[in-house]
């Protein structure tokens, strides 16, 4: 086992890979990006997402530490939610494992469509061999 090994880190580490694997927190913070947003804006702009997994999403970032929540005391009230510092700095490996997608995204598809077509002809085998 590595020197550096923690158990305790590594439970982190798999909290904080499922939280940036969750699409709606990754596109949170890309909209976070440019500055504080009020909930309805974020509704709008995060297309497909509920309100209730808006508000799962934003209190998630926010207890990560990765998100500020700040009321203002207007009547009626306004929410903002901007990325923290720690935000921010998770901003640029998400843009880069994005930029690897659509740098890689036609060997992506082509390798997806080889692993089908060989599914599927071994599929096709193991029909016949069952018939046989």
Known sequence: MPKHYDPEKCQTVSEMLSRIGDKWS???IMMLGDGPARFSDLKRAVVGISQRMLTLTLRALERDGL???????TVPP?????????????REPIQAMGGWV??????????????DRRNDAERADQKIIKLG
């Open 78 to 90: 306004r929410v903002e939610y901007e990325l923290t510092a720690l935000g921010q700095s998770l």
């Open 102 to 115: 659509f740098a890689n995204h036609d060997k992506i598809h082509a390798a997806r469509a080889e692993f």
């Open 67 to 73: 998100v500020r929540r700040t009321v203002y005391p």
């Open 26 to 28: 990754v596109l949170v």
